[in-house]
């Protein structure tokens, strides 16, 4: 089945050492999002990727970064994760831009100790 | 700046009863999606409502849209526990392709 993957799917690093997450998607879409969310809050959108073109939204601390390497594969990096930081990471797709519907992974809740 | 909102942020309801959440939205758009999430997991896609009048059915949810009142309304007909959960309206920004989340309604249905 096509799909959205994402790993790991609990991820715990210590205050200021850089984590990567990792997204893959099967559905050969054309945008992919990372959104955090934190216990019992919307999901904030980071950024996106329309094919390479890398969009980040205005309100997303420098400390997090993101790669697409091919059409497949997605990451976040947190550079020096805080406290803060701590939330469930979530990855989307969506066939194009305008408004499509977006198709979410199951998640990475990471945790900083 | 688009803004959501949805009421009630919670909502505790009986098995067999009905009730409907409400999805004001700030500023013109002609997509709106409702999404449900169980605790710990991931967002579930329920309904795309693509156009003003649009109404969407599934099981003891129904879904529709008014454009011109910016208005979304996700009622529930003879609540059951399964369907306990948190339910998220999102709405696309115009121009810009992305969505904005509403808070968020945690339901809780008990016997």
Known sequence: DAMVIQNPRYQVTQFGKPVTLSCSQTLNHNVMYWYQQKSSQAPKLL????DKDFNNEADTPDNFQSRR????????????????????YLCATSLQRGG???????GTRLTVT | ELKVEQNPLFLS???????TIYCNYSTTSDRLYWYRQDPGKSLESLFVLLSNGAVKQEGRLMASLDTK???STLHITAAVHDLSATYFCAVVNSGYSTLTFGKGTMLLVSP
Do not use: V
């Open chain 1, 69 to 88: 390497p091919n059409t497949s594969f997605c990451f976040l990096d947190i550079r020096s994760p805080g406290l803060g930081d701590a939330a469930m």
């Open chain 2, 13 to 19: 309801m009986q098995e067999g009863k009905n009730y």
């Open chain 1, 100 to 106: 499509y519907e977006q198709y979410f992974g199951p």
């Open chain 1, 47 to 50: 950024f996106h990727y329309y």
């Open chain 2, 69 to 71: 009142a910016r208005l």
